[in-house]
Antibody
């Protein structure tokens, strides 16, 4: 069974840092692009970042460039999101997802981890 | 950047057909994907490549894409179809490889 399990969310003060993790199982992790997508409370989905299979290409939404870093460890079947200089508007549920680049869709998704940025 | 526009809400009676639109400039030239999200749950892919269904998705779900509008059609709507639906495209040709989601449509089953 394909499974993605996020962890690392929590409450952090503005300006603080947090590192999210996503543990993958049930598929060949190293063969797929991976992504982070977030959803602010009561709002829609927003793509955050993508990373190529070998980590050689990374892409970010403009609002997180220079603050967030996506990375992966194929030996550990894990995806990460290092979030620095956090702002209130980064408050959201963060989902990791497999990105199928033959067409650019996301399937499957993890259950998400909540990040709350507040003083 | 590319913008996808969805109606905030659509209402339909059980057994009827629901159509959820996704508007974008020349969206017919792009591949459109659709997700269903129920409260408190992660999104689930229901349509990819405009009209293909992943395994496990009922045949009642179908999609089309032409001109400036893509459409998700749900036939014989059931109470369990009540959810938020999002369209999505990927601009693989751009330098930024942008991913864009529509704002989402809340489907209410009357």
């Amino acid at each position: 069974e394909v499974q993605l399990v996020e962890s690392g969310g929590g409450l952090v003060q503005p300006g603080g840092s947090l590192r999210l993790s996503c543990a993958a199982s049930g598929f060949t992790f190293s063969s797929y692009w991976m992504s982070w997508v977030r959803q602010a409370p009561g709002k829609g989905l927003e793509w955050v970042a993508n990373i190529k299979q070998d980590g050689s290409e990374k892409y970010y939404v403009d609002s997180v460039k220079g603050r967030f870093t996506i990375s992966r460890d194929n030996a550990k079947n894990s995806l990460y999101l290092q979030m620095n200089s956090l702002r209130a508007e980064d408050t959201a549920v963060y989902y990791c997802a497999v990105m199928v680049t033959s067409g650019g869709w996301f399937d499957p998704w993890g259950q998400g981890t909540l990040v709350t940025v507040s003083s | 950047s590319y913008v996808l526009t969805q109606p905030p809400s659509v209402s339909v009676a059980p057994g009827k057909t629901a159509r959820i639109t996704c508007g974008g400039n020349n969206i017919g030239s792009k591949s459109v994907h659709w997700y269903q999200q129920k409260p408190g749950q992660a999104p689930v892919l229901v349509i990819y490549y405009d009209s293909d269904r992943p395994s496990g998705i009922p045949e009642r779900f179908s999609g089309s894409n032409s001109g400036n509008t893509a459409t998700l059609t749900i036939s014989r709507v059931e109470a369990g179809d009540e959810a938020d639906y999002y369209c999505q495209v990927w601009d693989s040709s751009s330098d930024h490889r942008d991913v864009v989601f529509g704002g989402g449509t809340k489907l209410t089953v009357l």
